[in-house]
């Protein structure tokens, strides 16, 4: 995508950009939003989805995956979401919430012109995706975030679920990302464009 290599970005350029790609899934512009553990991945994508007008975001923290399952594991969910999509049709999903327990409400996708899926293994090579986004911060920041989000008492399963995450970022199945951005300063209009 040319000019991707600029320094800093901010998010209604992006948008814009975003907007000016081909469909990737039927006539849906899917932009897949990967990173580690806390890195800021919901947060750039919310910040995103709201310059696009409100376009809809799915995460993995919203499919049932329990700790020990691979980073992969929630994309076999995911492909039952994304399939009436990629015909062109809506598709029906419902949201897990993990600490209640259940699902949400029925929630509809619209069948274009972008979605937005986040989460680790969401730009994994095979995903039908338009733009390909890395969300990056340094290893403390991501840890300090995750035990704030989740609470100290899944410290453990958060050690091996990053030893699960650093295997796939240096496998061979690695997504290869179009942008790569500092998940440390998500707040502001403007994206700090990594090399």
Do not use: C, N, Q
Request: aromatic share 6%.
């Amino acid at each position: 995508m040319p000019g991707m290599d600029d320094a800093v970005l901010t998010y209604p350029a992006l948008a814009a950009r975003v907007r000016a790609l081909p469909p990737s899934l039927g006539p849906v512009r899917l932009v897949a939003v990967d990173g580690r553990a806390g890195s800021g991945k919901s947060t750039f994508a919310a910040r995103l989805a709201a310059a696009l007008g409100g376009a809809p975001v799915v995460g993995s923290d919203d499919f049932p995956v329990p700790w020990d399952a691979g980073v992969l594991s929630w994309r076999d969910p995911l492909a039952a979401v994304l399939a009436p999509l990629a015909e062109g049709r809506p598709a029906l999903w419902r949201r897990y919430a993990w600490r209640e327990g259940a699902y949400g409400p029925p929630e509809e996708i619209p069948a274009g012109p972008v979605l937005l899926v986040e989460g680790v293994g969401a730009a994994h090579p095979a995903a039908p995706a338009a733009l390909r986004v890395l969300v990056a911060a340094p290893d403390d920041v991501r840890r300090a975030r995750t035990l704030r989000r989740d609470g100290p008492e899944h410290a453990a399963a958060h050690a091996a679920w990053a030893r699960r995450e650093a295997a796939y970022f240096t496998g061979p199945g690695a997504p290869v990302p179009d942008l790569r951005v500092d998940g440390t300063g998500l707040t502001g209009e403007v994206l700090r464009v990594l090399p």
